[in-house]
Structures are given as C-alpha cells and as structure tokens.
C-alpha cells in the first residue's frame, strides 16, 4: 500500500481519529496504525515505493519509519534498478541493514 500522510479529508474520519487518540504525526505512527488495521497487526503489509528518488537519504528514513512502524518491507524497485550496478548493490545493502 502507498505510505500515508497525515491529511485526513473526511470530517467524518477526522472525528474519529481525535476521538480514538490516534497517534499520526509521524510517518512511523502512521505506519503503525495501518499495520494494527490489518488483521489487528496480522498480516504482512509491504509499502510501495513510488517514484524514483535521488535523495537516497530521504528512501533510507521511509524504510526506517516502515520498521519503526511495524510494516514488513518497502518495494523499491524503481529506486534499485534505476542505477549502476556498483551504485544499486551499496543503496540495496544500506536498505537490508535497516530492516534486519
């Protein structure tokens, strides 16, 4: 699923969340709150990636969020395979040492 933002557009759902306490304001957070809505947190969520993004350090710290969060992994394809072989096996290890 694509990563969440903190905008909530329905009156409705905004209600809740204030209501709920649920915690949003960081992209760990909300993370977390997907990956409980899944089955109470029990089932596998995997995040997509998105765009190509050459701010290697921005992709590090989604991918740690994700952890943070509880989610499983992140599809980063595009940002993998997009580049030199020599530059896309140091960007993949960077990214298995944050999730293992």
Same mark, same amino acid.
């Given at each position: 699923?694509?990563?969440?933002?903190?905008?909530? @557009?329905? =009156?409705?759902?905004?209600?809740?969340? =204030?209501? @709920? &306490?649920?915690?949003?304001?960081?992209?760990?957070? !909300?993370? &977390?709150?997907?990956?409980?809505?899944?089955?109470?947190? *029990? !089932?596998?969520?995997?995040?997509?990636?998105?765009?190509?993004?050459?701010? =290697?350090?921005?992709?590090?710290?989604?991918?740690?969020?994700? *952890? =943070?969060?509880?989610?499983?992994?992140?599809?980063?394809? *595009?940002?993998?395979?997009? *580049?030199? !072989?020599?530059?896309?096996?140091?960007f993949l290890d960077s990214i298995l040492k944050i999730y293992s």
């Amino acid at each position: 699923m694509k990563l969440p933002t903190s905008h909530i @557009e329905q =009156d409705a759902a905004k209600k809740i969340f =204030d209501k @709920e &306490k649920i915690a949003i304001g960081t992209l760990a957070e !909300r993370v &977390k709150h997907i990956t409980q809505c899944a089955f109470g947190g *029990r !089932r596998i969520v995997i995040f997509s990636g998105g765009a190509k993004n050459d701010n =290697d350090q921005a992709v590090f710290d989604e991918a740690k969020a994700i *952890r =943070d969060g509880g989610g499983f992994g992140s599809i980063i394809g *595009r940002n993998s395979f997009q *580049r030199k !072989r020599a530059d896309a096996v140091k960007f993949l290890d960077s990214i298995l040492k944050i999730y293992s």
